[in-house]
């Protein structure tokens, strides 16, 4: 339809103009809830490239039965050894949360971090196996405020196994929009890798196999992947 033609173009114009790449033919990876195969019915528009010197991500649109997104998915693979899995969404989204997310979820492992701001705002779910004070200290005040004041309008992430899915509800087309979430993206990414440097000092947590980004297209990697 035509506002979907315009939300092609509109992204392309935008990743077009930062520099990343129109990507036809590529898939995103199904790895977190909300990219759940069977649950996206279309990626309309895929877009690959650097958002910052260090952080490669695919921007997509995604239609699902029951909303639209637009999504950023990047790599983060040492997070995993300290929580296999967290999701921190929006909790007027709970009816849009899917199978995988309730396969995920199971029964509990909702996390209670202690602000009335956040929990007012978003629900947080993590991996019984998580080391939790890793994850209490990910989950600063000066994280929350980000969350809840700083973060894009519908804005959540999920975290499976060293993939990030950061999204935004809706499908974002403006420029102010799309450079929103990668700004978010960048700073939530940021984030993370800085609680990893903290435990395993910073020289390991740049370390990584060379030419891993996570994605499999064999493109070549930043010199930092965490």
């Known amino acids: 339809d035509m ?8 992204l392309a114009a935008w990743a077009t103009a930062r520099g990343m790449t129109i990507e036809d033919g590529v898939h995103l990876p199904r790895t977190t809830p909300l990219l759940a195969e069977g649950e996206v019915h279309s990626v309309d528009a895929l877009a690959g490239g650097w958002f910052s010197k260090y952080i490669e991500a ?38 849009l949360l899917g199978r995988a997310f309730t396969a995920l979820v199971g029964d509990g492992n909702r996390v209670e971090l202690g602000s009335a701001e956040l929990d007012r705002c978003y629900r947080v779910y993590a991996s019984p196996d998580r ?47 799309l450079d929103g ?20 000092g910073k020289a390991d947590a740049a370390r990584s196999a060379p030419g891993a980004t996570g994605f499999d297209d064999g493109e070549t990697a930043a010199p930092s992947q965490i």
């Open 3 to 10: 506002a979907q033609a315009m939300g092609d173009e509109g």
């Open 58 to 95: 695919k921007v997509a649109l995604i239609d699902r039965a029951d909303a639209h997104f637009t999504v950023a998915v990047t790599h983060v693979p040492k997070a995993k050894k300290f929580v296999p899995w967290m999701l921190c969404r929006r909790a007027e989204d709970e009816h």
């Open 131 to 177: 080391e939790d004070i890793w994850f209490h200290e990910l989950f600063s005040p000066a994280f929350i405020v980000f969350l809840v004041e700083q973060s894009p309008k519908g804005f959540a992430f999920e975290y499976v196994g060293g993939t990030l899915c950061v999204s935004v509800l809706g499908r974002q087309t403006l420029t102010e929009d």
């Open 181 to 200: 979430l990668r700004d978010a993206t960048v700073e939530l990414v940021r984030r993370i890798r800085g609680e990893i440097a903290e435990r395993l």
